[in-house]
């Protein structure tokens, strides 16, 4: 397939009137977009600047005041409404998100899928804003609840691996809280997060609740996290670690996602076809542009060769390709940074002595910044390819002896975000789960099960990043805690009348009582 056979189908002048959405106080110079597919320039969007910023949080200001006033089911309502509109208009989402990424159409499916998931969960999930009653201080005496209040204006930033999902899950939960979302998205993909714009205003958003401000992130996100109330980012730890320091310096609270060095053990007992299977959506999915990815695959070496030649065969079956049709398995990376940074860890791991079992090239003649599936054994702990976070389609396969050594070798990194395990018995599974430093584990998964339960926290530990997204966490984090405590009774404080000795004595007592009544405790 070759890169002719892959034109924009989302028309010039549609993608003019999405950068047109964009407001800023006069003329701006302009970022060129580039579709990583054919290396030709699709559009342009306008190089925001601190001004806009400023100008945009400030409208956001305004505007959240009118929407947190809304009961929580009428905003719910507008997010059950954009489920509905996002999967109606999927065709000229997807097109969009292959045009800006050079994704396969299935890995431009899974993010349609997933927000609409988020917006179906959190759109039906306003009792988790509800007032919470809480033990008063002397029971019968004192009314206690706790109220949860927006935050105000809550800023994302976002990468370019999955533009529409991480430029609105994070927003869906802010939005359902009373909150305004100011984004900046990735510059190689604004026109997907300012899709998502439309789409949320066409659900019946107003118009200032969530906006989107486009530039360079050396401008627009410092400018960004120093005017809102809390920030969500998405991308590499050194940048989440600028993030975190501007927002401590700010006195604001953060979710921070960042990147990942992620394992996977099969045990002996493990299903290898299903595991292979697993490996070639967790790894190869989105081309292995995924901060979940499975980088390092650990197998028991009882089954290791039938592993590495299943796995193998397997990938020698996947076609590379770029289209809008479901039939390329594979697509491109992003661009020409992250093809260097993929042939260099490779270049890097070969010569130090590492084995390619299969592929380990650039295939230009399919794309511009396509490369092929990767696996490469005989590596050690000592190459940047066992180390550092590849961000493309290439994994590393060592066996192990005893499963004390597989969970050793998982848990050597410094990052911790995800983890899959392989086992026909799902109880060893679990408890194997429990000894891996990560934010997320799956048995007989990759990473999938725990991503797409909603219901339950996902982030990373160690240097994968602070916080957590989806669930009761997902919602609750862009929201105050106002306890509000009403006085029925008696004051707590020791009447005057009474001798201060005497108000020991009881009070020691009642603590005495309250310790052995079990509904008072």
């Known amino acids: 397939m070759t890169v002719a056979q892959f034109p924009p189908r989302v028309s010039e002048s549609e993608l003019s009137r999405l950068a047109d959405t964009v407001r800023t106080a006069g003329e701006r110079e302009s970022i060129s977009v580039r579709a990583p597919g054919t290396d030709a320039e699709i559009g342009s969007v306008p190089s925001g600047t601190e001004t806009d910023v400023a100008e945009a949080v400030a409208r956001a200001r305004t505007a959240q005041q009118s929407w947190a006033t809304l009961p929580v089911e009428s905003r719910a309502r507008i997010l059950r409404r954009f489920h509905d509109t996002i999967l109606d208009e999927r065709a000229t989402v997807l097109d969009l998100i292959q045009l800006e990424t050079g994704k396969s159409r299935l890995d431009a499916l899974n993010e349609v899928l997933d927000v ?173 542009q995924l901060c979940l990815a499975l980088e390092r695959l650990y197998v028991s070496r009882e089954v290791f060769e039938p592993f590495v030649d299943l796995l193998v065969e397997r990938i020698e079956a996947l076609e590379l390709g770029l289209s809008y049709d479901y039939g390329p398995d594979v697509g491109s990376l992003i661009g020409p940074a992250q093809l260097a940074t993929v042939k260099a860890h490779v270049e890097d791991a070969t010569e130090s002595g590492a084995t390619v079992e299969v592929g380990g090239r650039h295939r230009p003649v399919v794309g511009p910044y396509v490369y092929e599936p990767t696996v490469l054994t005989n590596v050690d702990p000592s190459m940047t390819i066992t180390r550092e976070e590849t961000f493309g389609p290439v994994v590393t396969v060592e066996p192990f002896d005893a499963t004390s050594e597989a969970v050793e070798m998982a848990n050597d990194t410094d990052y911790g975000l995800n983890a899959s395990i392989f086992t026909g018995t799902p109880e060893r599974g679990r408890e194997l789960a429990s000894r891996i430093e990560c934010g997320t584990v799956n048995v007989n998964g990759a990473y999938a099960p725990a991503w797409g339960s909603i219901d339950a926290p996902m982030g990373g530990m160690r240097d994968s990043g602070i916080g957590r997204r989806h669930g009761p966490e997902g919602v609750l984090k862009y929201t105050e805690s106002r306890t509000v405590s009403e006085q029925r009774g008696p004051s707590i404080h020791p009447p005057r009348w009474l001798p201060n000795d005497w108000y020991e004595s009881g009070m020691v007592w009642m603590l005495r009582l309250l310790d052995r009544l079990p509904g008072l405790r």
């Not at 759109?123 to 201080?137: F, K, N, S």
């Not at 976002?158 to 510059?187: E, F, M, Q, R």
């Open 116 to 288: 609409a998931n988020t917006a179906r969960y959190y759109g039906h999930r306003t009792a988790l804003l509800e007032p919470e009653r809480r033990r008063g201080a002397i029971p019968f005496l004192t009314r206690t609840t706790v109220e949860h209040p927006p935050v105000g204006v809550v800023g994302v930033i976002s990468p370019w691996n999955y533009p529409l999902t991480l430029s609105i899950a994070d927003a869906i939960p802010a939005l359902l809280a009373g909150n305004a979302v100011v984004l900046t998205p990735a510059s190689a993909t604004p026109f997907t997060a300012l899709l998502v714009r439309t789409l949320l205003r066409r659900a019946g958003l107003p118009e200032d609740v969530f906006q989107v401000v486009t530039g360079p992130g050396g401008t627009v996100g410092p400018a960004l996290v120093d005017r809102v109330d809390f920030v969500v980012f998405t991308g590499s730890t050194e940048t989440g670690r600028t993030v975190a320091s501007l927002a401590g310096e700010n006195l604001i609270d953060a979710t921070l996602e960042l990147g990942g060095k992620n394992p996977m053990i099969v045990l002996a007992d493990a299903d290898l076809d299903r595991a292979v299977e697993a490996v070639i959506h967790g790894s190869f999915g989105n081309a292995g």
